[in-house]
């Protein structure tokens, strides 16, 4: 209980993005001023053009900094970004007005799982929930085949037909039951062609889920720089 206390005390939010010290208040404690400056907002853009048959939203563009922090988050432990994005997130549902009874993390396979020692989707909903208060639905949704990591390097085409069928419902999950026109948050990290989150999304609107995807970032629409974003504002 003291050293609880002591560590509170003691503790010292750090920049999740440079790694100095932040001085509060921000908008994300775990970002500093500076850092939150530079930050590929979407703002304005949040709602994302693409293929997909749901609306998708992003917080960022993938660009600047964005994709070293996605990278690291994925790759090198490095967890505390996801929860440095997740209140800058959790901004994008509330200006977005988005409404969820539940949020989705894009599963892995659960070999690649192993592999990894964790899914940086599911730790993102986690923070984004504490954030919103939207509790995490993982056990429904499970990834039941492996995609090989070559299939980055694939065509749009192939890629989609590599895909199809990746993903499924836990039918044993007392869930599957009543789940039919429930708004439920499909959360990826980044979205590149949208496949992923297409046929993730699959098993959920057959069932007759509501699904809005939401990521952290993706580079689709042209970013504005200040001047011009300036002028449409
Ligand atoms: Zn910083």
């Excluded at 920049?15 to 930050?39: I, Y």
């Excluded at 490095?78 to 539940?102: E, H, K, N």
């Excluded at 690649?112 to 995490?136: H, W």
């Amino acid at each position: 209980m003291l050293r609880g206390a002591l560590e509170r005390f003691y503790y010292i939010p750090y920049c999740a993005v440079c790694d100095e010290a932040v001085e509060p208040p921000t908008p994300s404690p775990f970002v500093c001023k500076n850092c939150l400056s530079q930050l590929p907002f979407r703002m304005g853009k949040e709602e994302v053009s693409w293929e997909g048959s749901f609306p998708l939203y992003a917080t960022f563009f993938y660009k600047d900094v964005l994709p070293g922090l996605i990278v690291s988050m994925k790759f090198s432990e490095r967890t505390d970004r996801a929860r440095a994005l997740a209140p800058l997130m959790a901004r994008t549902i509330q200006r977005q007005g988005l409404t969820a009874d539940a949020i989705i993390p894009v599963p892995l396979h659960r070999r690649r799982l192993a592999e990894r020692g964790y899914n940086q989707a599911a730790i993102l909903a986690d923070f984004l929930s504490k954030s919103t208060g939207i509790p995490v639905l993982n056990s429904l949704l499970i990834r039941h085949l492996e995609t090989d990591r070559q299939s980055e390097a694939r065509s749009v085409r192939e890629r989609k037909l590599h895909m199809r069928d990746v993903f499924c419902l836990d039918r044993t999950s007392p869930l599957v039951a009543g789940l039919a026109g429930r708004p439920v948050l499909l959360l990826d990290d980044v979205v590149t062609t949208g496949s992923t989150l297409m046929e993730a999304a699959r098993p959920l609107l057959a069932e007759g889920l509501r699904v809005t995807g939401l990521v952290a970032a993706t580079g689709r629409d042209r970013y504005l720089g200040y001047g011009e974003a300036a002028q449409q504002w």
